[in-house]
């Protein structure tokens, strides 16, 4: 089992590549004192950041799921995914409404992305 | 990295071909007039068209995640599933409760699928 | 298509493999009157034996979604967690709250896992 794990502590790793295939742990943002937009913008500058790690990028997203703890973020959240989306190149998405761990989240992220072969 | 999307807007596709597997975006009813039962036939409805295009059906799923506004719905839910799934060929599954992007919507299901090699 | 299940009824299969990547359906815990902690030890429990079954073990886990009831269960699922994983092979992780099937659950843990090739 060939296996990459990328920022990995006791409890998770943000990224985990096998077979040319990146899980990416759910991300949320890291300043808290943001609001849903700006929570969306910093997550997604994360998710681009591991993406690059580890071979990849936006344009290689397969699937993501987005967690907003409340559904009424729904369209704060599209606007600022819209923008970042490569257009022609969407991933395919589930949107549903999750409390996070901590109630300071307000959007969490996590995608499956394609690694290019090296 | 080979990624073939099919039915592509800004936001989203509705599936995402790469290394053999699928990634079919959450699917909800288009008749949200529709109860519990209608819709979740209409979504599974839906998930064979899309796997029809993309070269897959039924028996390549393999993990599927079902979302419901409401646990009460479960046996509803499980009733028009198990009538759909093909006997010996069911997919893993999660099933959890979460408010769906908009209160019309009931269910929602996200399926991942093998895609026959061509 | 070339997929192998386990553990099948008419509903889900317990776990499903294909091209190299293992699909585990949410697993909660038997006995519903343990506390969280306890919960969590018997899913995991659960989740090596899988594994084993497949061609895996938990260093081969690529991805894991854990649903908590509460999100006031967090410290003390990631407690038992924690202790579970085995140290530099985390896997990715997404940790939300979602109501689940049954009231009784607390808990319910999915994953994707890399398998031996044979």
């Excluded at 991300?27 to 580890?54: E, H, M, N, P, R």
Aim: with cysteine.
């Amino acid at each position: 089992m060939q296996i990459k794990r990328y920022d990995t502590n006791q409890c998770m790793s943000q990224a985990v590549v096998h077979n040319g295939f990146a899980f990416l742990a759910g991300q949320v943002a890291d300043d808290t004192s943001l609001d849903v937009k700006g929570q969306t913008t910093q997550i997604l500058t994360k998710i681009d950041a591991l993406l690059a790690k580890l071979g990849s990028d936006r344009t290689g997203i397969l699937a993501a799921n987005i967690w907003l703890a409340s559904a009424a973020s729904y369209n704060d959240v599209n606007e600022v995914w819209d923008a970042w989306v490569p257009t022609g190149e969407a991933p395919a998405r589930a949107c549903v409404e999750s409390k996070l761990a901590f109630p300071q989240y307000t959007v969490e992220i996590g995608v499956i992305a394609a690694v290019r072969s090296t």
